[in-house]
């Protein structure tokens, strides 16, 4: 497996261990090959948001908030265009790491899914404070208080935390293989 040295939302990656600024490794699955994007999806009863990564799977972007009657046809849409290899659902829990009660609505979701797309890893991910996480993220974006109460935009602000934080489980595990 290949590292390059590389910077990320102002964080210095190299590619020599010993180097001061080193966090972690982003891995390259080979020298500048595109391998499939990860989607993320923050879903709601109403509304879900989502996110995706770049080809190489190292930045997690952004990239729209669906309603929940039309996620299923979006993300048909999507995955005809684009190459995705996985897809990350939240997972509400609550403070003592069990099920919330929104797992009663997303769970099924889920099960829905995995037979939509079976050949697309269908993974999940604690999504806990996401939406306090997005909220404070657009307080310091500088958004006024009018933005800040459009809800697709804190969903989809969510999907991508949710990404972020799977990518950054994804690259530690290949730091402590």
């Keep these: 497996m290949e590292f390059q040295p590389l910077t990320l939302t102002g ?50 972007n952004p990239l ?16 005809n265009r684009e190459e995705v290899e996985s897809m ?13 009660d929104a797992s009663r609505f997303i769970e099924p979701f889920v099960k829905h899914l995995r ?3 079976p050949e697309i890893r269908i993974e999940r991910m604690d999504e806990r404070f996401t939406s306090k ?12 208080r009018k933005a800040r ?7 989809t602000i969510s999907a991508t935390l949710i990404l972020q934080s799977y990518l950054e489980m994804k690259a530690n595990q290949i730091q402590h293989k």
Excluded: W
């Design 64 to 79: 729209a908030t669906v309603h929940v009657k039309d996620l299923i046809t979006f993300l048909k849409d999507y995955c």
């Design 133 to 144: 996480m997005a909220m404070q993220t657009m307080i310091e974006a500088g958004l006024g």
């Design 11 to 60: 964080m210095a990656f190299k590619s020599k261990p010993d180097q001061k600024e080193c966090s972690f490794f982003v891995p390259l699955h080979h020298k500048n090959q595109l391998v499939g994007r990860i989607l993320a999806i923050d879903y709601g009863q109403k509304r879900a948001g989502i996110a995706v990564t770049d080809e190489l799977q190292m930045i997690a």
């Design 115 to 117: 037979k939509k797309f």
């Design 149 to 155: 109460q459009n809800k697709a935009l804190v969903d």
């Design 88 to 100: 990350v659902v939240g997972e509400p829990l609550d403070m003592k790491s069990k099920a919330s």
